[in-house]
């Protein structure tokens, strides 16, 4: 058993990675000698967890003296107050408020960062709780920075499992897989590589050849900035903060945010020292709400903003594409635009794991709010080429 507080562990396909750790969460909930301990598995989605790991935890939970299942809420009741259940970080808000003494993150390569860093890692404070991160790589994202991190840090422990190195495949499965699947996808499946392209994705070639304009990229004062924008309705909201200069399109800032309402990007927008020149926004934004009677478009202009551009209404892969002709002159600030870089590298096409086909859509998840925002700009004509020309400064900074 390890003795560090966090650990990480890569591993291959149908390496038994979430058997053994759900082994793990019940062996932790058992010898936790502190009052009411409370442990978790966290999957990507609900969905997933419930089909993934609940019949795990059935099949080896109840064999335990006094155990009870709860279905409805995925938990395992176990004497002494202990509990044990399943969570999605498609809906890592609803955590909030509670306490963890030991929690598995599963495939964190597909969950939204902020989960783990503003829900997930404050649940374990006051109780100095565990986490492991799992999972396969897909391309160096926050996975890769967690299995960096813990290869220098102390009090940390991690761990490859590497097909060819495990044995736990026969080596006739391993060669047939590598003859029907492309040599990307089996290194990131068997062999655990965080270098391989992330399957599917829609921006993989364009973003790597960006690698070199990921960099920092000052505001330029005297050049006008736009914002592009998706509009969530219970989801994330996205605003990326963009200047043209000649030819250039840099990405100097990014803002997103799940629950809240328009007044907060409003207001996030005066707060920024930014002269705008124009507002771009989703078609959906004219849509008139039944409670309101009035348009998201309305709204925003009743908070001040200013020379609202609608995208039109275009087919998504004729956005996507708009997108992937417009990267290969993209510059990106790396910090401030650190969400919004990540997203574009994740966006990808959804998965039929039935069929073993991609879908003709993209997978929704985390990913999508920034990757949509970007298409919003993309589809919309750029402005004239006096643009980039030195601009007056006007008394305010607000929406003009």
């Known amino acids: 058993m390890r003795k560090e507080r966090w650990g990480v562990a890569v591993a291959h396909r149908r390496a038994g990675k979430t058997v053994a750790c759900i082994n793990d969460l019940l062996d932790g909930t058992l010898r936790c000698t502190k009052p009411d301990p409370r442990f978790a598995y966290i999957a990507p989605l609900y969905t997933q967890a419930k089909d993934v790991a609940w019949g795990y935890v059935k099949r080896y939970g109840l064999t335990i003296p006094g155990a009870k299942e709860n279905e409805s809420e995925l938990r395992l009741d176990l004497p002494g107050g202990r509990r044990m259940r399943l969570y999605g970080a498609d809906n890592y808000d609803r955590l909030r408020g509670g306490y963890l003494d030991g929690v598995i993150l599963d495939e964190y390569a597909d969950m939204d960062p902020r989960a783990w860093s503003e829900v997930i890692r404050p649940m374990l404070a006051d109780r100095q709780g565990w986490a492991l991160f799992i999972g396969t790589p897909k391309g160096k994202n926050a996975f890769w920075d967690v299995w960096d ?11 490859m499992l590497k097909a060819s190195e495990t044995g736990l495949l026969p080596q006739e ?6 003859r029907v699947m492309t040599p990307e996808q089996y290194e990131q499946e068997f062999e655990c590589s965080f270098d391989a392209a992330i399957i599917g994705a829609y921006y993989g070639k364009e973003m790597s050849a960006a690698a070199e304009r990921i960099t920092r990229v000052p505001h330029d004062p ?8 998706d509009l969530g309705i219970g989801d994330s909201t996205a605003v990326w903060f963009v200047q043209r200069v000649n030819s250039e399109i840099r990405f100097i800032d990014y803002i997103e945010a799940s629950g ?13 020292p930014y002269l705008y020149s124009r507002h771009v926004l989703p078609h959906d934004v004219e849509v008139r709400e039944l409670g309101t009677g009035k348009s ?5 202009a009743g908070l001040g903003m200013q ?14 594409q708009a997108v992937r002709m417009l990267l290969p002159r993209a510059w990106f600030d790396a910090e401030k635009c650190k969400q919004g870089i990540e997203a574009l590298k994740q966006y990808r096409r959804d998965w039929d794991d039935k069929l073993k086909v991609f879908r003709s859509h993209p997978l929704h998840n985390w990913a999508s709010h920034g990757a949509d925002a970007a298409r919003t700009g993309a589809v919309v004509d750029p402005p004239p080429s006096t643009w980039a020309a030195p601009i ?3 008394d305010t900074r607000a929406f003009v």
């Open 260 to 272: 809240e309402g328009l007044p907060f990007y409003a207001k996030a927008l005066r707060e920024r």
């Open 149 to 159: 991190r813990a290869g220098t840090e102390p009090n940390w422990f991690r761990t």
């Open 392 to 394: 007056k400064y006007r």
């Open 173 to 178: 499965e391993l060669d047939d897989a590598r």
């Open 296 to 300: 998201r478009k309305e709204m925003l």
């Open 222 to 229: 005297a050049v006008e900035v736009e914002t592009w924008w």
């Open 307 to 320: 020379n609202i551009v609608v995208a039109p209404k275009l087919p998504i892969d004729d956005g996507i």
